[in-house]
């Protein structure tokens, strides 16, 4: 931390000295002004790099550097974080936030500064962080911020170097003048300063051929290690990543770095540790991330538990389109954790649910099992070897499950989920308890909203339990008379269900009409058409925000609230215990869920 002290009217900076990595205590240390002022040659500096070796021998009049930085010396992925505050104030605050927060790298991106002063400022940055630091001055045709002459920017990186920096970052189309930059000097002063060669596309993911190529080429330019980042518009194309992955332990290169950028390449972030990259990048909080798709270190660390991931790791999923506002992630993961359960759940933005599962990484035994959601409920169904016969009789699967021979095994948990939901808030509304077996639900007429893989589950869940009239009421009037048709029932038009024309007994609200963020002022249903439909209980699937506008305006009208979040538990549950073939903890699931809403 940067300040002035009052009583000596002095500049001081205050850094953090490691006493024990493994748990994060730290000794305050502070100098005064004087000492952080860099010590600069009157000739310039140069350097020289040796193909082979991280060693950069360097002759210095004045040697800059106070350090040398350590290297991460873990056997794991480093979870690393990107400082892009635009003053030295602001950084030194980010660094202390992002040990504290449990970053074993810190990136300085100091493309970010204003009025940067390279041999001052990075001085003072680098003495600060008691990690290893990545120095990084991104330019604007790299996706950055820097917009000047190249010169000023490859002796700021060398200015890094000379400071003692653990790493440096180059782009590879800079890489020629970067190393042309360190000529001559083989005498005195050596940095032991690694060279991260970085190659960043911004359009898409470049095939297998031209991923390798592009390896191949910072390998020659003289990288430590490799960086590659890409662009990816469907998540099918983290699979050629991931292969260079495994193709990149052959190379003669330290290590190698690869990250998919956007919401469809976020599971290579969240999945780095098991598929063997050397880091991966968190944000400092959300709104800061230094790339598209970027998680934040706390989720990094906390919800994907980075540290404990291996190649061993099982992987589920869900998927779906959207996905980001699933909490399945956070609720699967906790009670992994719970239970002492090797594997990591994450999110799965997938546009085409077959080209998915056919690919060989997600289709491959790392993938262990699946959650389905919106829009492909349905889809999945074909995409099974087997299927469990009730699911088969509703025709959506919101589960799979990998098998021993490598298959999918179908499974539908949102029908028994919702209907045991309805059916306690029916009770809590006549104010009694079911006896028997029979369901409170028996004779009663149930009106279904939506005509999706929830819905069929839904509208065959009444059936199974005894309804006397199922109702699908939906935009598309088709959609909903094939699926009343299968299930025995009748369908209506969601405008005449909206015109207060249709009673029944139970509404029930299965689409995402009232999700956070997009529709929460939206309502598939009217206050005045509840009123007049007559409903006793009425039941919404959205469970973010916890009350939806429906259900707000249901208890206005006196009716029982069926809440999308005591579903959305019961069918986790059910599939935790398929996923894994342990008892859920309910108790953890419901906490979890509320704690990141």
């Not at 909903?480 to 025995?488: D, I, N, V």
Request: proline share 5%; aromatic share 6%; glycine share 8%.
């Amino acid at each position: 931390m940067f300040f002035l002290d009052d009583k000596l009217n002095t500049a001081r900076v205050v850094f953090w000295t490691a006493e024990a990595t493994t748990d994060r205590r730290f000794a305050r240390q502070a100098m005064p002004a004087s000492s952080i002022q860099p010590i600069l040659s009157s000739t310039s500096a140069t350097c020289l790099r040796i193909k082979g070796t991280p060693i950069i021998p360097r002759n210095l009049v004045s040697p800059l550097r106070a350090l040398p930085q350590p290297h991460f010396g873990g056997e794991r992925c480093a979870l690393t974080t990107s400082v892009i505050a635009t003053t030295v104030v602001e950084a030194l605050e980010d660094i202390d936030r992002a040990v504290l927060d449990g970053a074993d790298i810190v990136e300085l991106r100091i493309d970010f500064l204003k009025n940067l002063h390279a041999a001052r400022d990075l001085q003072v940055l680098l003495k600060a962080c008691p990690v290893p630091c990545i120095v990084t001055y991104r330019p604007s045709w790299e996706g950055g911020q820097y917009e000047g002459d190249e010169e000023p920017r490859i002796a700021a990186l060398w200015t890094a170097v000379e400071l003692g920096a653990a790493y440096v970052d180059c782009e590879l189309l800079a890489a020629d003048r970067f190393f042309a930059a360190a000529q001559d000097n083989v005498r005195r002063n050596t940095s032991a300063t690694k060279i991260i060669i970085s190659s960043h596309d911004y359009e898409t993911v470049p095939s297998e051929k031209k991923l390798a190529e592009i390896h191949s080429r910072c390998v020659a330019a003289g990288a430590d290690i490799v960086k590659i980042a890409a662009m990816v518009k469907d998540i099918t194309e983290v699979a050629r990543l991931e292969k260079l992955l495994i193709d990149s332990k052959s190379s003669p290169v330290e290590a190698t770095i690869v990250l998919g950028m956007g919401e469809a390449g976020q599971v290579s972030r969240l999945l780095a540790a098991k598929f063997g990259s050397f880091l991966t990048f968190g944000a400092l909080r959300s709104g800061t991330e230094s790339a598209p798709g970027q998680p934040t270190l706390g989720q990094l660390r906390d919800m994907y538990r980075i540290f404990k991931q291996c190649p061993g790791t099982k992987v589920f999923g869900v998927i779906g389109k959207p996905v980001a506002h699933s909490k399945s992630p956070a609720l699967h993961n906790q009670s992994f954790e719970a239970i002492g359960f090797d594997a990591c759940y994450v999110p799965l933005l997938v546009n085409d649910l077959s080209a998915f599962l056919a690919s060989p990484l997600f289709g491959g035994d790392s993938f262990a099992g699946f959650s389905v959601t919106i829009p492909h409920k349905e889809d999945a169904l074909a995409c099974c070897a087997v299927v469990d016969p009730i699911a088969k009789k509703i025709g959506a699967v919101n589960t799979l499950v990998r098998q021993p021979d490598g298959t999918l095994k179908g499974y539908n948990t949102d029908y028994s989920a919702a209907i045991e939901v309805i059916e306690r808030a029916y009770e809590l509304h006549l104010g009694c308890e079911r006896t028997g077996t029979e369901s409170i639900l028996c004779g009663k007429t149930v009106v279904v909203v939506g005509a999706g893989g929830a819905g069929r589950g839904l509208a065959f869940g009444a059936v199974f339990r005894g309804a006397g009239k199922v109702i699908v009421a939906n935009r598309n009037l088709e959609r909903a008379r094939t699926l009343a048709q299968a299930c025995g029932g009748e369908a209506v038009a969601l405008s005449e269900l909206q015109s207060g024309s249709v009673k029944g007994d139970i509404l029930a609200n299965t689409t995402s009409l009232g999700m956070y963020p997009d529709s929460v002022d939206d309502t598939p249903m009217p206050k005045e058409a509840i009123r007049a439909g007559g409903f006793k209980v009425v039941f919404d699937a959205v469970y973010n925000p916890l009350e939806t506008r429906l259900l707000r305006e249901a208890k206005e009208c006196g009716c029982a609230q069926a809440s999308g979040l005591d579903m959305f538990v019961g069918q986790a549950a059910q599939q935790f215990e398929l996923f894994t073939g342990k008892k859920a903890r309910i108790d953890v699931m419901r906490r979890t869920v509320l704690n990141n809403m």
